[in-house]
């Protein structure tokens, strides 16, 4: 194994600045990776001043550089900063987190030692510890068709929810998708990714885009002994109204990019966004319900105009 890391990480991040601190704050305290290099960059699509920049400087340890850059109200999006991360980033190992993680302290030695012994793998995912789910959400989730019994599966519909199997897994395994919150990627897989209409601001699913990208260049993996604790933090996330109508959707374009919209593709994410639409109804969540209508409404449009069986 190799005894030092050169690595890129990338914060992107809007106006949660105390999230943020203790973000940096968990890689800061890094163990055992004496001898790396290590290059953060925070991409701003809001506003930090530069006081707190540098107190922050003057907290990282010597081994440690932190780059800031500031977007343009033109560039703003979640996909946008990770476009930019690609370019602007030094190093070929390239870690996204969001900015409300926080890492074990031996999150970085494992991340070297996952792509030590997996060097084929293009991207590499840990797991979030505070994420967990009763038999009964597990169930929900399969009859919803947002999961599937193996945990690096999509499901039928495109969604990501085996991810509720992570936690209960003891050894590395092959998946088909990262976790946005935490996700490690060689550059060189990210070659084709660009910007896409669909995955404007908050950008649901900018994740999966990616994996998917990524992976049409080799595995990815994920390490149950990858830890970090995603707290969610709910500033600065789109109205959820919207993030409702965009989890149909762009789960549409997910499948349109991925697979193609087959009748039993279309009509899975269909029953999926039906469940999700009744769920919230139920539970008087009256703007995610509105999403979710207003999504189901908008991909049988969608599909009709596409002229693709199964409407």
Known sequence: MS????LSVAICTRNRHEDLRKCLKS??????????AIEILIIDDGDTEEAWLEEVRREMPSSMELGYH????????????????????????LLFLDDDVELEPDYLAV???????????????GVD???SCSLKGRLLMLVSGRSRFSPGKLSY?????????????????RTEFLHGCNMCF?????????????????SLGEDLYLSYLAGLHGPMVINPGLKLVHYGSPASRDKEEQVAYTKVMNHYELLKLRTGITPFRYAMLLWTA??????????RRKEASSGYLRGIRALKGAQARSGSPGV
């Open 27 to 36: 890689i800061f305290g890094q163990q055992g990776i004496s001898g790396s």
């Open 70 to 93: 500031r977007k343009k109200r033109e560039e703003a999006g979640l996909l946008k900063s990770r476009i930019y991360a690609t370019h602007a980033s030094k190093y070929e190992t």
């Open 3 to 6: 005894d030092s890391l050169t």
């Open 111 to 125: 991340l070297l030692q996952t792509f030590d012994r997996f060097p084929d793998a293009v991207g590499v995912g």
């Open 157 to 173: 519909s495109g969604f990501a929810s085996s991810m509720n199997l992570w936690n209960r897994q003891k050894e590395i395994f």
């Open 274 to 283: 039906g469940f999700l639409y009744a769920e919230t109804a139920l539970k």
């Open 129 to 131: 510890q505070s994420f």
């Open 186 to 202: 060689r550059k060189s897989a990210l070659r084709d990714v660009e910007p896409v209409e669909w995955l404007n601001g908050y």
